[in-house]
């Protein structure tokens, strides 16, 4: 086999002329155009010198992308991988490549090369293979040249008007072409990269964008109903310059709103049309355009044309386009990649027309019309209609019938009668399943395959998600079991589902076993991207098995992982029960759970639109005050120790000055009162856009404010505990640390404050301790066989620690050997906190299901069907 002379793409072959530019930036790094250049010259020449498939399984990651641009630049073909074990091993099985990278963790890098020399007859032309959209797993690729990735690159920076001071925040997977797209035409034109996996729905990314000098971001269309939820329209971003869409049609009316949005605000929206066969981008929308136009496509992107041409049996014309970003054809098997190109022009498969002003506009896909007893439909009609009645659904079908998967709770006997009666066919053409959310693919766009699997009574292939009979993983179930709701979205988060720090334990727990690990940052991700972990990674196949092939773990190891705050929580709760019993002694964990109540508030309670997060604390307050109340009321009825202003929580204010029997409750009283404190100021608009601007500095003035009454330079009323804010304010912090400097400051703050609130040391050394460990350690290593007893005792914490003041009285006989006693009490007073938790925790969903109305209602039903008609 003749060696060929490797020629890359222009674009990654020439980093270095932008120089001391600002190139890629993580969390940590910032990396120069010639810095990264340096980088990616050091990683080509560990691939040879003869051209060879390299297969690349990319992340959001510096490695992954000097790995990506090192492959471009050196002139040897790429095969990115897809996100998802299986299909990815389904390639590397159906193409054996010569060099397999994986990068899956920041700055590990690992390449096994199984070759020196290709086996493969690698076409001089040939730069780049994608899966395509709808093809994810199969063998079909889409092969690209050099000139279709630096053409491609070239076009979108023109028309973006990309310059040296743009930054992208990387809001899609490298593997998928949209965000490869957003890679290449920053890096060709000297612009930079923020490299994150964080999802918009993380208050962290926000911090990215803010003291990131993040100008741009790229989505998909189920990205909006995420910026809905996250209050994207009152956020204040000076630095945004525009947003991008493509992945998918937005629905007009939503173009219009979020592009009058941004003229408001000071940001463009570039609505975009491509496929991965035109190397992502064919068209855009110009911005002036979406308000007027919000249903186009808009104009071909520089150096390309469309033509219309009329399609046989269909009143429609199918979009054709040509342009020097088309790609060279698509491979098959292992022999097509030595074939170089088979087309000039891409037929789109979608109809369209072309509306005098010289936009286009999309009216349908030629593959997704049916022709059923005799008519055709047309499936995204069938879309639109649903739609118009009120309806989130995805349809799908055969010739033989209509198939669609409908969220929500619809009366679907009904809902089927309408829409064939609109589509003018028979009742029994007409398939409707309920399901929790639209199975999607990776790339977030519906998974029709999995849809039209339903109808025939199949599983779904891998990668649709929460479909039930379709590889479910539970996971809407467990939110929807958890949080008493009754609908849960692929787009849903823990949080805005109205998830909190009393209900992420058993949703963290059975998570977990759901899906076999627990992701970072979960609470914050939609259902949609929780999906189970692999059995084993793909690269620890044992010598001489095909990759792919699964290993399963012999032992698991004694100790498992468990987030710091639920340990926390569980031990925090024994010693204050134990204390109080003196059964043993180990004062200051209760003012630990008050640091541990700030770290949660920090990351349960700022996500949202300010309206339904106000709805959302308040909830969470009487969760915590409802069930507080009436073990007090019972406590204040039939013994003498408490006073009516224990039973409205209110003593610190109104009781009298100093410990005494009436302080009790001091911890749950002043909780509610910081609680409700926060939630009054964060539902001022003012305030709220300042603390989600800067996060951690809110945390750190929540400690300044206190420091007065802590070191006793105004009078106090706090029932012998001294002031407690400040140390809300320090877990506050610490949740919201991103940096090694905001850590160690937070540190200093603690080593500065702790000392100085008790004058017992061994107090004071737990209370540092455990605000540490809170913030420099995300888990703790549990024994495996305690960890459902960890996670109970955290859940049921609050009400352990309300209940076991009436609980441990029964226990205190002189006729029973002491010791044994009070050990007798510390358990019971536990078990009975956990039934109550248990008893109030239902209780309290049954009367918000009844406060609702959602028995029986017909909430979330369109009109039409209510009605029974149109």
Not at 297 to 326: C, H, K, M, Q, T
Not at 362 to 376: E, M, N, P, Q
Not at 629 to 652: E, M, Q, R, S
Request: aromatic share 8%; proline share 6%.
């Amino acid at each position: 086999m003749t060696e060929t002379k490797l020629t890359g793409v222009p674009f990654a072959a020439d980093l270095a002329r932008f120089g001391d530019r600002p190139a890629v930036s993580t969390g940590s790094l910032s990396l120069s155009y010639a810095e990264l250049a340096l980088r990616v010259e050091e990683f080509a020449r560990t691939l040879g010198h003869g051209r060879r498939l390299i297969a690349l399984e990319a992340g959001n990651t510096l490695p992954s992308v000097v790995a990506y641009l090192a492959a471009l630049s050196s002139g040897n073909p790429l095969l990115v991988l897809p996100s998802g074990e299986s299909a990815a091993n389904a390639l590397i099985t159906a193409y054996d490549p010569d060099i397999v990278v994986r990068t899956s963790h920041p700055g590990d890098v690992a390449m096994d090369v199984r070759r020196e020399q290709t086996s493969h007859d690698l076409h001089p032309d040939l730069a780049l293979l994608l899966s395509t959209s709808g093809s994810t797993g199969s063998p079909k690729l889409v092969r690209l040249s050099a000139d279709n990735i630096q053409a491609n690159a070239a076009a979108i920076a023109e028309y973006l008007q990309l310059q040296p001071a743009d930054k992208a925040a990387t809001t899609l997977p490298l593997s998928y072409c949209y965000g490869m797209s957003v890679v290449n035409s920053h890096l060709l034109a000297g612009a930079s990269l923020a490299l994150t996996d964080l999802s918009v729905v993380d208050p962290c990314f926000w911090d990215l964008v803010r003291t990131g000098n993040v100008t741009s971001f790229a989505a998909v269309p189920y990205t909006f109903d995420l910026l809905d939820r996250v209050g994207f329209r009152d956020m204040d971003l000076p630095n945004l310059r525009y947003i991008t869409q493509a992945g998918g049609r937005l629905a007009p009316e939503r173009v219009r709103w979020y592009a009058d949005l941004g003229r408001r605000k000071g940001w463009d929206l570039f609505v975009m049309y491509g496929q991965t066969e035109a190397t992502a981008r064919m068209a855009y929308l110009p911005p002036e355009q979406a308000v007027v136009h919000p249903e186009s496509i808009g104009v071909p992107i520089p150096g390309g044309s469309f033509r219309l041409e009329p399609v046989a049996g269909l009143d429609a014309d199918e979009l054709v386009y040509s342009g020097p970003n088309v790609m060279l054809g698509y491979a098959e098997r292992p022999e097509d990649l030595g074939l170089g190109r088979v087309l000039t022009e891409l037929r789109t498969g979608d109809l369209a027309r072309r509306a005098p002003e010289g936009l286009y506009q999309i009216v349908g896909r030629r593959s997704r019309f049916l022709k059923i007893a005799g008519l055709r439909v047309d499936l995204g009609h069938v879309e639109r209609i649903l739609t118009d009645l009120g309806v989130t659904a995805a349809a799908a079908g055969s010739d033989a019938a209509v198939t669609a998967a409908v969220e929500g709770d619809h009366d679907l006997p009904l809902l089927a009668k309408t829409l064939a009666q609109d589509l003018g066919l028979p009742r029994a053409a007409v398939g409707l399943h309920r399901v929790e959310a639209i199975p999607r693919l990776g790339n977030g766009k519906p998974d029709y395959p999995a849809v039209l699997a339903l109808g025939r009574g199949e599983e779904a292939h891998d990668g649709g998600t929460a479909v039930p009979g379709a590889g479910s993983t539970d996971v809407p179930r467990i939110f929807a079991e958890v949080l008493e709701v009754d609908r849960v979205a692929d787009t849903d988060t823990f949080v805005s589902l109205g998830g909190d720090s009393l209900s992420y334990v058993a949703a963290s727990v059975r998570l977990e076993h759901a899906l076999g690990y627990l992701p970072e940052g979960w609470h914050l991700m939609p259902v949609c991207e929780l999906t189970p972990a692999p059995h084993v990674a793909p690269a620890a196949a044992p010598a001489g098995k095909p990759a792919g092939t699964r290993v399963h773990r012999v032992q698991r190891p004694l100790l498992a992982p468990m987030e710091t705050g639920i340990v926390l929580r569980a031990v925090a709760i024994i010693a204050i029960v134990s204390t109080h019993i003196g059964f043993f002694h180990w004062q200051g964990t209760a003012h630990v759970l008050m640091a541990v109540a700030g770290y949660n508030f920090a990351r349960f309670q700022l996500a949202g639109e300010r309206g339904a997060r106000f709805r959302r604390h308040l909830r969470s307050i009487a969760r915590i005050a409802v069930p507080s109340i009436a073990v007090i009321g019972f406590a204040f009825a039939v013994t003498d120790k408490y006073a009516w202003h224990n039973v409205v929580l209110l003593n610190p204010l109104l009781g009298p000055e100093g410990w005494s029997d009436y302080s009790r409750f001091w911890f749950v009283e002043i909780l509610v009162h910081i609680l409700l404190g926060l939630s009054l100021l964060l539902a001022i608009p003012a305030a709220d856009r300042v603390v989600r601007r800067w996060p951690w500095a809110f945390g750190v003035v929540l400690v300044a404010v206190d420091l007065p009454l802590l070191y006793g330079l105004v009078d106090s009323r706090y029932p012998g505990q001294g002031p407690v804010l400040w140390l809300f304010g320090l877990g506050w912090a610490a949740a919201a640390s991103r940096t090694q400097w905001e850590r160690i400051a937070v540190t200093g703050l603690a080593f500065l404050t702790v000392p100085a609130s008790f004058d017992n040391p061994y107090r004071s050394a737990t209370i540092l301790a455990g605000c540490l460990v809170l913030l420099w350690l995300p888990t703790l290593r549990v024994p495996r066989g305690l960890r459902r007893v960890t996670a109970l005792l955290a859940s049921a914490s609050l009400y352990i620690y309300v209940t076991h003041w009436l609980v441990y009285p029964l226990f205190d006989s002189a006729d029973v050997f002491e010791p044994l006693a009070k050990g007798l009490a510390v358990l019971a007073s536990l078990a009975c906190g956990v039934l109550y938790w248990a008893a109030a925790t239902r209780a309290m969903g049954l009367g918000e299901r009844w406060l609702k109305g959602r028995p029986g209602s017909l909430r979330g039903r369109p009109a039409a069907v209510r009605s029974g008609g149109r």
